[in-house]
């Protein structure tokens, strides 16, 4: 199957983000998954519903092997266990839906979208040690 001008356009577009910004872009991804599978819950719609949460995993795995245990450190093996909490909440999920573990689960994939969010915006508006040598 042939990819449209515009997937390989926001395919591209991921993948020249700054990192900061890719992480926060796949953290929005993880709660719009999780919001849609809700409503697709809701909505009696059950297959799409489970297809939304295989979605939040697939990112969840995303970031997870992205993680740069040496670079890292500590942060990396923290990151890593909060990324297994998530894989094992969305995996739970999926097998029974429970609204107060979603629920959860959207409100801690909020806190560190926002507190990502926060970092990438400082990174990013940071002067670039490329531009302080020149």
């Known amino acids: ?29 993880v709660l719009a998954s999780l919001h849609q599978a809700r409503a697709l819950y809701a909505a009696g719609q059950r297959e799409e519903w489970g297809k939304r949460l295989l979605r939040a995993q697939d990112i969840v795995n995303e970031l997870y092997v992205s993680l740069d245990f040496e670079q890292g450190g500590q942060i990396a093996a923290s990151l890593a ?16 839906h429970d609204d107060a573990r979603h629920t959860r689960l959207v409100g ?9 969010a926060k970092a990438a915006a400082e990174v990013m508006s940071a002067p670039s040690t490329v531009a302080q040598s020149a």
Do not use: N
């Not at 990819?3 to 991804?29: C, I, K």
């Not at 801690?108 to 507190?115: D, K, S």
């Open 108 to 116: 801690l994939v909020g806190e560190m979208h926002g507190a990502w």
């Open 81 to 96: 266990a909060l990324y297994d909490y998530w894989l094992r909440e969305l995996t739970a999920l999926s097998i029974r």
């Open 1 to 29: 199957m042939t990819a449209s001008p515009l997937s390989r356009y926001q395919e591209v577009d991921v993948l020249t983000m700054h990192p900061a910004q890719r992480v926060v872009f796949l953290y929005t991804q």
